[in-house]
């Protein structure tokens, strides 16, 4: 069963950046593919950014495009998201996910197998 944990959330002015992380449990962490959810109160969850195993692979939705990173560090079992340009409409909880398939990537939440407790990241105008 793997864990994943998210850190590096916080409070941040519009225009502002953050780099979130998420540290997995497990050292086949190179074999899954992972994507950043976010959640807003009152809204469903939705996508925002994944990456295949090796890291070469990436997508994006259409709303954090060109201000938002994904990127991972299979020697440290670790996945970031680096955002900057923050807007309020960013704030959410995000939730980083694992899933099996390591190639290619997906949008689809029931593609993930695991996922993490969430780091709330709040921007404020």
């Known amino acids: 069963q793997m864990q994943l944990v998210e850190s590096g959330g916080g409070l941040v002015q519009a225009g502002g950046s953050l780099r979130l992380s998420c540290a997995a449990s497990e050292r086949t962490f190179s074999n899954n593919g992972m994507g950043w959810f976010r959640q807003a109160p009152g809204k469903e969850r939705e996508f925002v950014a994944a990456?295949?195993?090796?890291?070469?692979?990436?997508d994006y939705a259409d709303s954090v495009k060109g201000r938002f990173t994904i990127s991972r560090d299979n020697a440290k079992n670790t996945v970031y998201l680096q955002m900057n340009s923050l807007k309020p409409e960013d704030t959410a909880v995000y939730y980083c996910?694992?899933?099996?398939?390591?190639?290619?990537?997906?949008?689809?939440?029931?593609?993930?197998?695991?996922w993490g407790q969430g780091t709330q990241v709040t921007v404020s105008s």
């Open positions: 996910a694992a899933r099996f398939r390591r190639l290619g990537v997906t949008r689809a939440p029931d593609e993930y197998n695991y």
């Open positions: 990456i295949n195993w090796l890291g070469d692979i990436t």
